[in-house]
């Protein structure tokens, strides 16, 4: 068994057992930063990183990964979406529109189930144009199990989970196709009529267009998958109006088909890992980088207390352990390795920040002297851990670190779009004068209504809701 680390765990030592962690829980690193001034623009020679799900394990304080990374000639795009990240966007004032361009380097839940929401109620927001997701393509991996049944090869890429998630959200975008979700003409919105150009290592698909209804292709409700061969190295996107290149490259995490990015932009570069053990490839891709955004896990037997209040010696401790184990080993790059492969870098990052990774200052103060066991952090050299609604601006001279204090209770930002005549709703009508309207009842049986005039009959809530 290995040595237990020396680290403090805050839920033993209140002496309870409930499964509770104490809202005394501190993360003093978030606490210090300078505040973000809430929609401030963004310098045309920056690039912005904001930070709204960085765990594995959905927290109030930290849900499930997703980045957005914004440049200053004004491109803008989502890496990973994990559960519970919305919100955050929404009191962010981060319109749909803004959220149409989505980069997944593998589909494990933590790192895209927020997409539904994403998807579906961007059209009824201000994304009137398709949403595009880049990812891995199918494995084609198969193994014999232990009653000899061979398991695949399965369609497990993001052509067929694009497909099958369209279908999945058939009833939501029906019964939302009351309103507009096209524009009248595609053109007439310049900065989306064209979906992005596919490079080497790459096909496009516009999801639904063979089944029994394809989606018009400019329609909100269309998916473009744009599928990566996640075994090379290759481009995933480039816009030469904005100057911004995004490769890929493949990552070790946990079954086969998962990347990582690189963006390129300015003069200047960012890598994020998704999820990996430690690899040649990052070190590669990370020599010289500006940003390095990396996954981090805490030693085995620390997690597996957090997660389970076990300690060594419990009952349920062994099997807990090698389960925590297995998963980090299989799958994760732990505290100390993040240390020794930054120590392997040439020219190390100007900033490495640490990601999917429980950030409080008890776990932060371990990570820490792990790292710097190995690795000399400088102000050249910096080293700092994410949490939710962490803002960085980099430029070429300085990285700024500041966290963004948001209300809890944010409606949607305002809509971007507004003006843009949009193309009749799929669920239409005309009015009394030969206009083409909303048909919201299209789709409804009202038989069973109560009726909408009151008693006295001066009353009609439909019109007036009071
Ligand atoms: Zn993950
Ligand atoms: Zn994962």
């Not at 529109?97 to 009824?124: A, E, Q, R, W």
């Not at 790059?333 to 490495?352: D, E, F, K």
């Not at 200052?361 to 400088?378: G, R």
Request: with cysteine; aromatic share 12%.
């Amino acid at each position: 068994m290995r040595k237990k680390n020396s680290q403090k765990d805050s839920s033993k030592s209140s002496g309870r057992n409930t499964g509770i962690t104490p809202p005394s829980e501190r993360n003093d690193l978030f606490d210090s930063l300078s505040e973000f001034p809430l929609g401030e623009p963004l310098d045309p020679n920056e690039m912005r990183i904001t930070f709204f799900g960085t765990s594995c394990i959905p927290r109030l304080s930290q849900e499930c990964n997703s980045i957005f990374v914004e440049v200053g000639s004004g491109d803008q795009f989502i890496f990973d979406c994990g559960s519970g990240v919305v919100a955050k966007y929404t009191a962010m004032g981060i319109p749909k529109s803004k959220m149409n361009k989505i980069f997944l380097t593998h589909l494990h839940g933590d790192h895209m189930s927020d997409l539904s929401h994403i998807y579906s109620f961007g059209p009824s927001e201000d994304r009137k144009f398709p949403l595009c997701i880049w990812g891995p393509g199918n494995t084609n991996w198969t193994y014999t199990d232990p009653d000899g049944k061979t398991r695949g090869p399965f369609e497990d890429g993001l052509r067929a989970f694009c497909e099958k998630f369209r279908e999945l959200m058939r009833w939501h975008t029906e019964s939302f196709s009351f309103g507009p979700t096209r524009y009248a003409d595609p053109q007439n919105d310049l900065s989306h009529s064209q979906n992005p150009d596919c490079f080497e290592g790459c096909d496009s698909y516009l999801v639904g267009n063979e089944t029994a209804y394809p989606d018009d292709p400019y329609d909100a409700y269309a998916i473009y998958a744009y599928e990566l061969n996640y075994k090379s190295e290759g481009i995933a996107y480039k816009n030469y109006s904005t100057g911004v290149s995004i490769s890929y490259f493949p990552v070790i995490h946990c079954r086969r088909g998962s990347i990582g990015y690189k963006l390129n932009w300015n003069g200047m570069s960012l890598v994020f890992s998704g999820d990996t053990k430690p690899n040649y490839t990052m070190l590669k891709r990370a020599e010289g980088a500006d940003i390095l955004i990396h996954e981090m896990v805490m030693p085995a037997d620390v997690w597996t207390t957090k997660n389970t209040e076990l300690q060594d010696g419990d009952v349920g401790w062994d099997q807990s352990f090698a389960y925590t184990q297995a998963v980090q080993n299989s799958s994760h790059t732990p505290q100390g390795a993040l240390g020794y492969m930054l120590s392997q870098i040439s020219s190390p990052p100007r900033l490495t920040i640490a990601t999917h990774f429980q950030a409080a200052d008890d776990t932060m103060a371990s990570a820490l002297q792990s790292i710097e066991n190995k690795y000399n952090i400088t102000e050249e050299n910096n080293f700092t851990f994410a949490s939710d609604l962490m803002v960085f601006n980099v430029s070429k001279t300085n990285i700024l670190q500041r966290k963004a204090i948001v209300s809890a209770f944010a409606f949607n930002p305002p809509p971007t779009t507004l003006g843009v005549p949009t193309a009749a709703p799929i669920y239409w009508r005309y009015d009394d004068d030969g206009n083409v309207i909303y048909d919201p009842y299209a789709q409804i049986d009202t038989t069973d209504e109560i009726p909408r005039v009151n008693d006295d009959g001066s009353e009609n809530w439909d019109e007036t809701g009071y």
